[in-house]
C-alpha cells in the first residue's frame, strides 16, 4: 500500500480492513468500528477535535511507548484529556504521510500497523516511524482505549 496524507486515511481503512479476508463483509461489527475509526482520522485530519471527543468514552485511556526524541504526550485519561493530547500530537509534526501496512479488526478492537514519514514541527527534523496502534470500542461505538508503540525506522527513506 502507498502512503497517504493524513486526510486520505479513512479512504485506506475499508480496502485494508477487507484485504485478504474473503468473509470481511459479512463481520458487520467489525466493520462499524473500521468506519468508526475513519470518522475519528477524519475529525483529527480537519483539526475538528471537538468531533473527535464526541466519538471518545468518558473514561478513554490513552497510552504511547515511543523514543524519547520523539516530542509526543505518553499518557492521557479521559475523553477532555485524550482529545487534547491527540491535538497536540498532531500539532508537532507537519508533512506526515502514513503507510498502512496492516489492519486487524476482531470484536471491539482494531488494530493498526503503519508506517509514518514527516517533518518535526518546531525543529523540521525528519523522522520515520513504525507504528501499532490498538484501539478498542465500547458497546456504545465509543473509543474506549488506545494503546500505541513507536519504533524509529531511522533514516526517511531507509527500507525496513
Known sequence: MAQVT???????????FAAGDAAAEAK????ANVERLGRMVHAISR?????????LAPGVTY??????????RRHALGADQVAATIAENF???????????SLVSQG????VMARETGRFAE???AYEVV???QFTFDGEGRLAGFRSVVGEVGEPGREI
Not at 483539526?47 to 466519538?55: K, N, P, S, V, Y
Not at 500539532?91 to 501496512?101: H, N, S
Open 63 to 72: 497510552e504511547m511507548a515511543a523514543p524519547a526524541r520523539i516530542p509526543w
Open 123 to 125: 525543529s523540521g527534523t
Open 6 to 16: 493524513l486526510e486520505q486515511i479513512p479512504e485506506v481503512l475499508g480496502p485494508a
Open 28 to 31: 458487520a461489527r467489525e466493520r
Open 108 to 111: 471491539d478492537t482494531v488494530m
Open 47 to 55: 483539526g475538528d477535535f471537538a468531533e473527535l471527543r464526541a466519538h
Open 131 to 133: 507504528i501499532a496502534q
Open 91 to 101: 500539532g508537532t509534526v507537519c508533512e506526515q504521510r502514513t503507510e498502512p501496512l
